[in-house]
């Protein structure tokens, strides 16, 4: 009879310390990649911390009045195809208060991702996800953003937490003691998705209940309970809304890292071969140079995974091509060319070509003055047809109109379209620059300021010169630099091969003085024929190599494979390192392991503390009481006798028995 109430009271209490250390449970971890940290000018651009430690939210909307919760202890998690863009523009533009920012990726985008095809459908939702991802990226690179901002990838994992921390905003289940527990505008509240009373045996049956959930609703009752399906019933009706409540789960997010740290030192690597001419006997002349120039290096939102398979990898992929066919070509002095080729890799594309402006500035001079023209290839990877010849020189340049001849013939045998686009470069008065800033009024070409659009624009100062792209216009400023919608799944291995053709074709017609002659120097299936297993093995390669500059070292794995592929096609290779202008300033913690724990949620600690309390001081009472009463009793039998203390309970006689 009394055993029983102790061990429930005993069991009661276990129950309670047991769910008071297991509060916090690790549920899995996973890479991010953190918004790209710069200062432009002394300007402090993108996200300013990278430590996280918050609940998980999904809606910057929690109330049902439409009114913005505070956020300042949330991470929100949004995926990118749900991503309303008006919303986020408003919300980083006035600056308000955010604990962090999770931004969810399409496994399409990730560099590991090898795309499966698809039908039409599919096709078009990538790109228009890709067309939002393009926004969004613009909006945070160019804002400055008090708070963590990563990017992550979908999987299993994340989408069953994202969907716990949905359900948890729907039923205004608190995340943080900021939140409080309103509904998501457009979600009908708790009450309303209430399920019916004679389902909710079914209902309970299906969500993870603790022995504590039943412990805590039960006491809330004062009828005599029963286990099984009464005891569920009674459950029901006294807290089913709080134990639906308390069914949904709370995560908390958390990425330790240190306060990001300066760049010290940010290089920009020049790598360049040669291909040296045949000269005649007796010639003392230097014989005339083509150089083929690409920027190898990248810029986006996340710098861990801008790796830039169009822009500007396609472009570096053919340039080694290139190498590769005329290698073969001047390997063998009966078809050695009398021009020189000069293949240059260069660094700081998306920085005003600060690398190819600080390589011709070291060039010898004589060695320039060689120079017929250079040609820049830049994104020429997609599936367009229509490939685009940008000049600053005027199109009645003779070394301009024989470069756009030659390109148009061969392109026409191609089944390819090549446009001439001109445009100026205005070294007069930049103010009147098309693309002018402030950030191209401190970048100097010499000592007249000027912003460069184009890689050509920096020879055409000095040298003919002409970029072939499959973009008609000129980028804003660090755009198409290889951001996270730039990644293999996007590009057209058929298409490099066909760019490669159409420059090497070109280049060869020029150089054999073979122009206006419809002949097949590379043709397919011959030694010199283009090598698809080449281009797709480089494609692969620099599609998951992130590319940022200042991330990178001159001993880098990178630099490394790109120095020795041009030593085997080239000759008299060198590597350039030279220091990024200075009004650019990089930070590192590029990064990181985001750990996602499930945790009980504050309304929940609440009341199992004031439980717990309470328990206690009942407990404690009892005790008191308990003792106080033996002690009198004792007191009592010590002085009046044990007799004494019978007669106590002892039943009074009768008047009967009495009377006889």
Same mark, same amino acid.
Not at 72 to 82: A, D, F, G, N, Q
């Given at each position: 009879?009394?055993?029983?109430?102790?061990?429930?009271?005993l +069991?009661?209490l276990?129950?309670?310390?047991?769910?008071?250390?297991?509060?916090c449970?690790?549920? #899995?971890?996973?890479d991010?990649?953190?918004?790209?940290q710069?200062?432009l000018?002394?300007v402090?651009?993108?996200?300013?911390?990278?430590?996280?430690?918050h609940h998980?939210g999904?809606?910057?909307?929690?109330?049902?009045?439409?009114?913005?919760?505070d956020?300042?202890r949330?991470?929100?998690?949004?995926?990118v195809?749900?991503?309303?863009?008006?919303?986020?523009?408003?919300?980083?533009?006035?600056r308000?208060?955010?604990?962090?920012?999770l931004?969810?990726?399409?496994?399409?985008?990730?560099?590991?991702h090898s795309?499966s095809?698809g039908?039409?459908?599919q096709d078009?939702?990538?790109d228009?996800?890709?067309?939002?991802?393009?926004?969004?990226?613009r909006?945070?690179?160019?804002?400055n953003?008090?708070?963590?901002?990563?990017?992550?990838f979908?999987?299993?994992?994340?989408?069953?937490m994202?969907?716990?921390?949905?359900?948890?905003?729907? #039923?205004?289940?608190p995340?943080t003691?900021?939140?409080?527990?309103?509904?998501?505008?457009?979600?009908?509240?708790?009450s309303?998705?209430?399920p019916?009373?004679?389902?909710?045996?079914n209902?309970a049956s299906k969500?993870?209940q603790?022995?504590l959930?039943s412990?805590?609703c039960?006491?809330?009752?004062d009828?005599?309970?029963?286990?099984?399906?009464?005891?569920?019933?009674?459950?029901?009706?006294?807290?089913?809304?709080?134990?639906?409540r308390?069914?949904a789960k709370?995560?908390?997010l958390?990425?330790a890292?240190?306060?990001?740290?300066?760049?010290?030192?940010?290089?920009?690597?020049?790598?360049?071969?040669?291909?040296?001419?045949?000269k005649?006997?007796?010639d003392?002349?230097?014989l005339?140079?083509i150089a083929?120039v690409?920027s190898?290096? #990248?810029?986006?939102?996340a710098p861990?995974?801008?790796?830039?398979?169009?822009?500007?990898?396609?472009?570096?992929?053919?340039?080694?091509e290139?190498?590769?066919?005329?290698?073969?070509?001047y390997s063998?002095?009966?078809?050695?060319?009398?021009?020189?080729?000069l293949?240059?890799?260069?660094?700081?594309?998306?920085?005003n070509?600060n690398g190819?402006?600080?390589?011709l500035?070291?060039?010898?001079?004589?060695?320039?003055e060689?120079?017929?023209?250079a +040609?820049?290839?830049?994104?020429?990877?997609?599936?367009?047809?229509?490939?685009?010849l940008?000049?600053?020189?005027?199109?009645?340049?003779?070394?301009?109109?024989?470069?756009?001849e030659g390109?148009?013939?061969?392109?026409?045998e191609?089944?390819?379209?090549v446009?001439?686009?001109?445009?100026?470069?205005?070294?007069?008065n930049?103010?009147?620059s098309?693309?002018?800033?402030?950030?191209?009024?401190?970048?100097?070409?010499?000592?007249?300021?000027?912003c460069?659009v184009?890689e050509?624009e920096?020879?055409?100062?000095?040298?003919?010169?002409?970029?072939l792209?499959?973009l008609?216009?000129?980028?804003?400023?660090?755009e198409?630099?290889?951001?996270?919608s730039?990644n293999?799944?996007?590009?057209?291995?058929?298409s490099?091969?066909?760019?490669?053709?159409?420059?090497?074709?070109?280049?060869?017609?020029h150089?054999?003085?073979?122009?206006?002659?419809?002949?097949?120097?590379f043709?397919?299936?011959s030694?010199?024929?283009?090598?698809?297993s080449? +281009?797709?093995?480089?494609?692969?390669?620099?599609?998951?190599?992130?590319?940022v500059?200042?991330?990178?070292?001159?001993?880098?794995?990178?630099?490394v494979a790109?120095?020795?592929?041009?030593?085997?096609?080239?000759?008299?290779?060198?590597?350039?390192?030279?220091?990024l202008?200075?009004?650019?300033?990089f930070?590192?913690?590029?990064?990181?392991?985001?750990?996602?724990?499930?945790?009980?949620?504050?309304?929940?600690?609440?009341?199992?503390?004031?439980?717990?309390?309470s328990?206690?001081?009942?407990?404690?009472s009892?005790?008191v009481?308990?003792?106080?009463?033996?002690?009198?009793?004792?007191?009592?039998?010590?002085?009046?006798?044990?007799?004494?203390?019978?007669?106590?309970?002892?039943?009074?006689?009768?008047?009967?028995v009495?009377?006889a």
């Amino acid at each position: 009879m009394f055993v029983e109430p102790v061990y429930s009271s005993l +069991i009661t209490l276990l129950i309670i310390v047991v769910a008071c250390a297991e509060l916090c449970d690790a549920v #899995t971890v996973v890479d991010v990649y953190r918004l790209v940290q710069y200062d432009l000018g002394g300007v402090p651009l993108g996200s300013r911390l990278a430590a996280l430690s918050h609940h998980a939210g999904s809606s910057l909307y929690l109330s049902s009045a439409g009114a913005a919760a505070d956020l300042s202890r949330t991470v929100l998690i949004l995926p990118v195809r749900e991503l309303n863009l008006t919303f986020i523009r408003d919300y980083i533009g006035q600056r308000k208060p955010l604990g962090g920012l999770l931004l969810l990726l399409p496994p399409v985008f990730s560099p590991q991702h090898s795309d499966s095809g698809g039908g039409a459908d599919q096709d078009s939702a990538k790109d228009l996800v890709k067309e939002v991802l393009i926004e969004v990226e613009r909006l945070l690179i160019h804002a400055n953003i008090p708070y963590p901002v990563y990017f992550g990838f979908e999987d299993e994992a994340v989408h069953a937490m994202l969907g716990d921390v949905k359900k948890n905003d729907i #039923t205004g289940q608190p995340a943080t003691a900021t939140t409080g527990g309103q509904s998501e505008p457009g979600h009908p509240s708790p009450s309303d998705q209430r399920p019916p009373l004679g389902n909710f045996n079914n209902y309970a049956s299906k969500v993870q209940q603790s022995p504590l959930d039943s412990l805590l609703c039960v006491r809330l009752s004062d009828e005599p309970i029963a286990f099984g399906y009464q005891r569920w019933a009674l459950i029901g009706r006294r807290c089913g809304p709080w134990l639906r409540r308390r069914a949904a789960k709370s995560y908390k997010l958390v990425v330790a890292a240190p306060e990001p740290r300066k760049v010290a030192s940010p290089a920009i690597i020049n790598i360049q071969g040669w291909l040296p001419g045949l000269k005649a006997d007796g010639d003392s002349n230097q014989l005339p140079t083509i150089a083929i120039v690409a920027s190898y290096d #990248t810029f986006g939102a996340a710098p861990a995974l801008s790796v830039g398979s169009d822009s500007n990898g396609s472009g570096v992929v053919a340039l080694l091509e290139i190498a590769r066919l005329f290698s073969i070509l001047y390997s063998n002095p009966k078809t050695r060319g009398r021009y020189n080729l000069l293949f240059v890799l260069t660094s700081g594309g998306p920085y005003n070509y600060n690398g190819t402006h600080k390589w011709l500035r070291s060039m010898d001079q004589r060695l320039r003055e060689t120079i017929d023209y250079a +040609i820049c290839l830049n994104s020429i990877g997609s599936s367009s047809n229509e490939l685009w010849l940008h000049v600053s020189k005027p199109p009645e340049n003779a070394y301009i109109k024989q470069i756009f001849e030659g390109f148009s013939t061969v392109s026409e045998e191609l089944g390819l379209k090549v446009g001439l686009k001109h445009k100026k470069i205005n070294i007069s008065n930049p103010r009147e620059s098309q693309m002018l800033s402030f950030i191209c009024l401190a970048l100097r070409t010499g000592y007249v300021p000027i912003c460069m659009v184009w890689e050509h624009e920096q020879f055409s100062l000095r040298v003919t010169a002409a970029t072939l792209s499959e973009l008609s216009v000129a980028p804003d400023f660090l755009e198409s630099t290889g951001g996270l919608s730039d990644n293999r799944n996007f590009i057209n291995e058929a298409s490099i091969s066909r760019s490669v053709k159409l420059v090497a074709e070109s280049l060869a017609r020029h150089i054999y003085g073979q122009q206006g002659k419809s002949i097949d120097i590379f043709a397919d299936h011959s030694s010199l024929s283009i090598n698809p297993s080449y +281009i797709r093995s480089w494609v692969e390669f620099l599609s998951t190599t992130p590319r940022v500059a200042p991330f990178l070292s001159k001993n880098d794995p990178l630099i490394v494979a790109l120095k020795k592929e041009l030593a085997d096609h080239t000759v008299e290779v060198n590597v350039q390192q030279e220091l990024l202008d200075g009004m650019f300033t990089f930070y590192d913690s590029t990064s990181g392991r985001l750990h996602i724990y499930q945790v009980a949620s504050v309304t929940f600690d609440l009341i199992l503390l004031l439980v717990l309390a309470s328990y206690l001081i009942v407990l404690f009472s009892f005790l008191v009481i308990l003792t106080r009463v033996i002690s009198m009793l004792a007191d009592y039998v010590f002085e009046q006798g044990l007799d004494d203390l019978i007669s106590l309970f002892r039943r009074p006689s009768s008047r009967k028995v009495k009377t006889a």
